[in-house]
């Protein structure tokens, strides 16, 4: 169920960034972003964005610390936010048991997933383009967890949909090579192209996992014009990026 507090201060605000429907553990707290800022500036977390401070600094309104940011390389590698390691650490997730240590990664149709636990011991957050997912980011993710899979409660944030995300061979043969159950979550449109379902792909691979606990993965980034941002859609949308964060709170 959606952090009612959280929500209510969002749309106090004029946001309307997204809290996830899914029943978390009561000190966890988490949101993802859309492309609307307040008074009609664009929410933009990219790096190369000028106005990047800006967009950081609205952000932090409604959480405990500034995140720790990363410089997402589409890899497997997942960092402790509690160690509070060099800035900007090369990496495409981050873990957290310390309380108010926020996790976060960026976004623009590649897949956000968040995670905790039943007992809210740890959060997690990772980035997982298609390449990520298939190197296994998401298991990367749940052992740098440390806790029972079967405990764990994952969720989809916004990503580009099954009826808009085109892949060719090399992506079907790289998912169905070695697990020919993923040809199941693609959608054959002519010789060599697929449509790629990732939300289908990600649930796979957790339920592999063990993690029975998946929530999220009903939008579209790339379709939703209004609402996000989409590298693929082209335009001045393919250098934006969105923020999807998570942390736990005190208690």
């Keep these: 169920m959606p952090d009612s507090a959280l929500t209510t201060r969002l749309a106090a605000a004029g946001l309307d ?18 492309r609307r800022g307040r008074a009609g500036s664009q929410a933009d977390f990219s790096p190369r964005n000028p106005a990047v401070a800006a967009a950081r600094a609205e952000l932090r ?14 890899g497997e590698q997942i960092v402790c936010a509690d ?25 623009a149709d590649c897949l956000p997933v968040l995670f905790t636990d039943a007992d809210a011991s740890t959060v997690a957050a990772a980035h997982a383009g298609w390449r990520g997912l298939a190197g296994g980011v998401l298991e990367a993710a749940l052992a740098a967890m440390r806790v029972a899979p079967r405990s764990v409660i994952a969720w989809l944030g916004p990503a580009i949909g099954p009826a808009a995300f085109e892949v060719g061979a ?23 192209k697929w449509h790629a379902d990732l939300y289908a792909l990600a649930r796979r691979r957790l339920e592999r996992a ?7 993965g ?15 859609r082209g335009g001045e949308d393919a250098a934006r990026r969105m923020a999807t964060v998570i942390w736990r709170t005190e208690g």
């Design 17 to 34: 960034w997204i809290v996830p429907d899914w029943p978390a553990p009561a000190r966890v707290r988490a949101l993802s972003t859309t």
């Design 61 to 74: 309104r409604f959480l405990p610390a500034e995140p720790m940011w990363l410089a997402q390389v589409h």
């Design 83 to 107: 160690l509070a390691p060099a800035p900007t650490p090369q990496a495409d997730g981050a873990v957290a048991r310390a309380a108010n240590v926020v996790c976060a990664v960026l976004s």
């Design 170 to 192: 090399d992506v079907y043969a790289t998912f169905c090579a070695t697990d020919p159950g993923a040809r199941a979550c693609f959608a054959a449109l002519r010789p060599g």
């Design 210 to 216: 063990g993690v029975n606990a998946v929530y999220g």
């Design 218 to 232: 009903t939008r579209c980034t790339f379709t939703e014009r209004t609402s996000f941002y989409s590298y693929r």
